[in-house]
């Protein structure tokens, strides 16, 4: 795969996938904008020298999406990893809680999509990321308000997939099951941890969909859950 002289964006690019992602796009010669909302994000990147990082942006703010995009000049791709996850029975989450999962996970994505859409100048590509209960949402007990929100972001994929397929904007996620990242390794000790997909595995897919090589595949749902 060659972006040679494409620009891609990725948020949640300082991130433990967000990492492998662009490491990825960079080995295949992509031009990446990489947004931080934390100066600690940022001092730990280790590719903050080869891209164009971006903060402090906050992805469910208009105004920050706004500024993220309007410096992707000749934008090809748009990754979007930012989100969020939390635990919650439906009696321990108020309204507060909700509104976390939503916007972090789809008003963030909403605005990334639409910016990016606004920025192509002809045809481009979209990857969002799911989550498996979002796709099978009997697997979200105890965590329903995550549940709903990356369900959301599922509707979004494929819905948008058939408002810009007219205009070579193909739009498709990626649907992990638990990522092997060290943060989930810490909060899980005792699971099989061999079974979980890789950072670097996940980032072999969302590059190809991001890629001039995809050339057909839009509205997809892509499981990314090794074997698990």
Known sequence: ?????????????????????????????????VPYLKEAEAATFPY??????????????????QRLYAGASDLWASIHIAGGFAMGKL??????????MLNTNLVSCHLCCRAAARAFRGAGRIVNVGARPGLEPRQGAGMSAYAASKAAVIALTQSLAAELAPQDILVNAIVPSIIDTPANRASMPKADHAAWPKPEQIAATITFLASPENQVTTGALVPVSGRT
């Open 48 to 65: 903050k020298e080869r891209v164009q990082i971006i903060g402090p942006c906050e992805l469910t703010s208009e105004a920050d999406v």
């Open 91 to 100: 009696a321990d989450t108020g309204k507060e809680g909700l509104m976390e």
């Open 1 to 33: 795969m060659d972006f040679q002289n494409r620009m891609v964006v990725v948020t949640g690019g300082t991130g433990a996938l967000g990492r492998a992602v662009v490491g990825a796009l960079l080995a295949a010669n992509a031009q990446c904008r």
